[in-house]
Every structure is written in structure tokens, then in C-alpha cells.
């Protein structure tokens, strides 16, 4: 996959998946940097590399797999704002399916970004924000450019604090919870099972889930992993289950504040180089 995930279209990059959608672990990607540094592979000429494929069928797969995992009650109003990334054309069409009543933004497929920024905070997600109050929906959706993560909007025109709704994601599952350090303690007081924390990196969160045959997982972020779907984050079915639990429980808002509080500074530790 050729992704800068939710960083501008200057740093883009590689990502390598294995087949259960999972992306590839430390161990594995520190064979692949084994094999680059000794050399050993064979270099060839762009035009002996393997062979393009097209699957037409797999978009309507995917629409109708994600909309069969979700009930959402029709006309819910939601504002999906795709920040001219990977998801502008499937996530709002998979919403329409599903029954909601869709506005967009920066929905046109744009690897640029020209509308916002693709990090999805509350930064970059000001007309998000103010378009869920003017037009009254009941929930705003923001993707980052690869469309692996979610971050809602209430119908206040408020972004989620990205703990608070991790763990009212997290309640609807029975089994233990896989999340990162850095989520708070509001995660302990939230779940059903056992909450079990990684290092940060949405491929430590799915080393545990399989690991542990853990039911969900995710990190605050909005990087989650659901297991009964697919090992790869999915910020579209992410986006579809919260706007399921918004149609069958009520206003973001007051749901969001019913998930305990605590203070939470989050702070990046490098190690000196020698």
C-alpha cells in the first residue's frame, strides 16, 4: 500500500500487509531491512516486475461487508469529511447504504490534500466541526488520508476526546480489550473484560489481539482493530459503528459524558543517540 497516512502528500511511504490484513511486525520488517542491507536480492528492471491486476468486484464486496456488520436506524444525519484521502469515494457511499442521510467533505480524491490537512484534530477538522451545528447532524465522521482511522464529531460541533471514545467503542464488546500506554484510565473503567495495553503502533495492539483472542482493540488515536472483520485498521466500519451506537443510544454528546474523566498529558521520550 502507498500511503502518508495521515501525514502531508510529501511524506509518503510503503506499507506492507500480510494476508490476514494484519500489517507486517517488527520481526518481519526487520528481515526485509536484513535482506536490503546484505544485498541479498535481485535487482530487475521496472518492466519485468510482476504483473497489474484489476478486481472489479471487490469494491461492492466491501461496501456490502461493512454494511452488513452495522443496524443504523434511517436518516441518521452525518457530515463525512475524507480530507481528499483514500476513503472520498467508499465512505460516503457505504453511510448512504447503511441508511444515513450524508453530507460530505473533501470527498474528491485529491493526494494533495487541498481542503485540509489529512491529521485528523481538532486543528484541521474547524469546518467539520462548524457544519455539524449549521445543517444540525446528528454526527460529523473525519478520516485521516489512508481512511485507517475515525474521529467523531458530537452534535455540539465538539471533536471526541480521543480516550473518551475509544471506551464507549470499547463497551460494546464482550471480551477482553487490547489499547496502547497511552490510553487512560477511563479505559479500565469502562469495559467488560480485561484491558490489556502494548507499546504504541496499531501492529502491537494486533500481535495481542491474536494473541490473546481479544474482541477489540485500538489505540486513542482512532486506529482501530476489529477482529470480527479484518486484522487491518478500519476507519470506515469505525465510523459506521459509532454512528450505530449514536442511532440506538442517543446524542454523542451526552453518551461521551457519561465515560469517567482523568487528566492525561501525553509526551514523546527519545532516547539519546551515542
Not at 520481526?27 to 546484505?38: D, F, P, T, W
Not at 444525519?77 to 469515494?89: L, T
Not at 489505540?219 to 476489529?226: D, I, K
Request: charged share 25%; aromatic share 6%; hydrophobic share 35%.
Amino acid at each position: 500500500m502507498l500511503t502518508a497516512s495521515h501525514n502531508p502528500s510529501q511524506y509518503n511511504g510503503i506499507k506492507l500487509w500480510n494476508k490476514n490484513g494484519m500489517a507486517y511486525t517488527q520481526a518481519q520488517e526487520r528481515k526485509i531491512e536484513e535482506i536490503y542491507a546484505n544485498r541479498d536480492y535481485i535487482s530487475v528492471s521496472w518492466e519485468n516486475i510482476g504483473k497489474l491486476s484489476v478486481n472489479e468486484e471487490i469494491k461492492g464486496q466491501y461496501i456490502d461487508d461493512l454494511v452488513d456488520m452495522v443496524d443504523i436506524k434511517k436518516g441518521l444525519k452525518v457530515v463525512v469529511d475524507c480530507a481528499s484521502g483514500a476513503g472520498s469515494e467508499i465512505s460516503p457511499l457505504v453511510f448512504r447504504k447503511a441508511g444515513c442521510e450524508v453530507t460530505t467533505l473533501n470527498s474528491q480524491p485529491d493526494g494533495f490534500f487541498p481542503g485540509r490537512n489529512p491529521e485528523p484534530n481538532a486543528e484541521n477538522l474547524q469546518t467539520l466541526m462548524k457544519t455539524v451545528v449549521a445543517i444540525g447532524a446528528d454526527l460529523g465522521i473525519a478520516h485521516d488520508g489512508d481512511a485507517d482511522r475515525m474521529i467523531t464529531v458530537d452534535e455540539k460541533g465538539n471533536i471526541s476526546p480521543f480516550d473518551s471514545l475509544l471506551a464507549l467503542i470499547s463497551k460494546e464488546f464482550e471480551g477482553d480489550i487490547v489499547t496502547t500506554v497511552d490510553a487512560g484510565l477511563c479505559m479500565d473503567e469502562s469495559v467488560k473484560g480485561e484491558v490489556l495495553r502494548t507499546p504504541v503502533g496499531d501492529v502491537n495492539v494486533a500481535e495481542v489481539i491474536i494473541e490473546r483472542d481479544a474482541a477489540f482493540g485500538g489505540e486513542p488515536s482512532g486506529t482501530w482493530l476489529h477482529p470480527d472483520f479484518c486484522m487491518c485498521p478500519d476507519g470506515i466500519l469505525s465510523g459506521l459503528r459509532m454512528a450505530e451506537i449514536v442511532s440506538r443510544d442517543g446524542k454523542l454528546s451526552e453518551l461521551l459524558a457519561q465515560i469517567p474523566q482523568y487528566p492525561n498529558i501525553r509526551a514523546q521520550k527519545r532516547q539519546k543517540s551515542r
